[in-house]
């Protein structure tokens, strides 16, 4: 299960004195803990992932402006933090592949129109998952259906 790799791999990074490592395990950890007890249900690895994907999500939204004022030095931190969590997170899926899976669901729904995208988007994403990001799908969805 993901929960005892992360455990395990926090461990190894405290043992090895990668903080960085450490750092982003331990944040993934405590947000995954902190869905836990709100939510009071035990996650599965699926929303883990969801979880890690979107850790992951945040940090390549805030390097571009970490770009756009010249921090350096917050630029390889974050870079390596994306690293570290992607490693966890399944190969992302190339835009053909994605284009496929999308065309596939509107055969199977039967979607004609931007007025059914809510419903595309949803199965969508369940079916694609963390493999690609949200935006990429959305993209797609209304090219397929314009």
């Known amino acids: 299960m993901l929960k005892e790799k992360l455990l395990e791999d926090m461990k190894i990074s405290m043992r090895d004195k990668n903080i960085i490592r450490k750092n982003v395990v331990q944040m993934v950890r405590a947000a995954i803990l902190q869905v836990e007890k709100d939510k009071q249900i035990e996650l ?3 929303q883990i992932l969801e979880i890690i994907a979107k850790e992951s999500k945040k940090r390549k939204d805030s390097l571009t402006d970490y770009e756009k004022s010249g921090r350096e030095d917050l630029i390889a931190t974050i870079n390596e933090e994306i690293e570290i969590l992607s490693e966890y ?3 992302p899926l190339s835009r053909e592949e994605i284009e496929k899976i999308i065309e596939e669901i509107i055969k199977s729904t039967g979607a004609a129109s ?8 949803k199965e969508a994403k369940a079916k694609i998952g963390p493999a690609a990001d949200g935006k990429i799908i959305n993209e797609i969805v209304k090219v397929k259906l314009n």
Do not use: I
């Open 44 to 46: 599965n690895d699926d």
């Open 89 to 91: 997170l399944p190969k």
């Open 114 to 121: 931007m007025k059914d995208m809510g419903m595309v988007m």
